[in-house]
């Protein structure tokens, strides 16, 4: 679809933006709880495979326990593990964000850089953690290709792709730039309350007039 909108194909993604708007605002919100920059880094580190609400309980000890940078950086690499156990991966995870901690400070001064490049150089970041701080951080225009997005997309008829970055890459043809970061804040919503994976609720959904999927 990416390639070649028709005038049809643009008014029906407009008017898919527009029911979303209307159904959850605007408001850019974050699912993931954090009060300084580098903890929505950590947070985002931990959200993979796991769910927001799982990091948002373990966060909330553990941003306690580290309250800085520099107690990341010097953690004990068995004891952090034990600390993020429950999110899963936590073997993988507990060395990243070690890494990520200690070159944040190194090399970055302790501030969360912006640019993709240099997001993508620090330990566990791939371009969805980058996306995620480049637009809840920096109100950059980006898309967070999550499991929602990229399921739901497909769905919509917006991507046939299925890697993630090849799927962000035709969003951004797709969608307008006003709404990349509002995408993924209506989609995460409502691939959790309407459209799930297992039982989309499509006689439900706002959106069943405007997708190829509806009760399929």
Known sequence: MAK?????????VAKILECLDLEYTTEYRCYLNYNEPWQLLIATILSAQCTDARVNIVTKDLFQKYPTLEAFAGADL??????IH????????AKNIIA????????YGGELPKNMEDLTSLAGVGRKTAN?????????????VDTHVKRISRKLNFTKEEDPEKIEMELMKV?????????NIHIITLGRTICTARNPKCQQ???????????K
């Open 4 to 12: 070649r909108m028709t005038k049809k194909e643009r008014e029906r």
């Open 78 to 83: 068995a004891e952090l593990e034990q600390d």
């Open 86 to 93: 429950s999110t899963g991966f936590y073997k993988n995870k």
């Open 100 to 107: 990520c901690a200690i070159r944040l400070l190194e090399v």
């Open 132 to 144: 995620v701080i480049r637009g809840n951080i920096y109100h950059e225009p980006s898309i967070v």
């Open 175 to 183: 969608l307008p730039k006003d709404h990349w970061i509002l995408f």
């Open 205 to 215: 959904c706002f959106l069943r007039e405007y997708c190829p999927s509806a009760g």
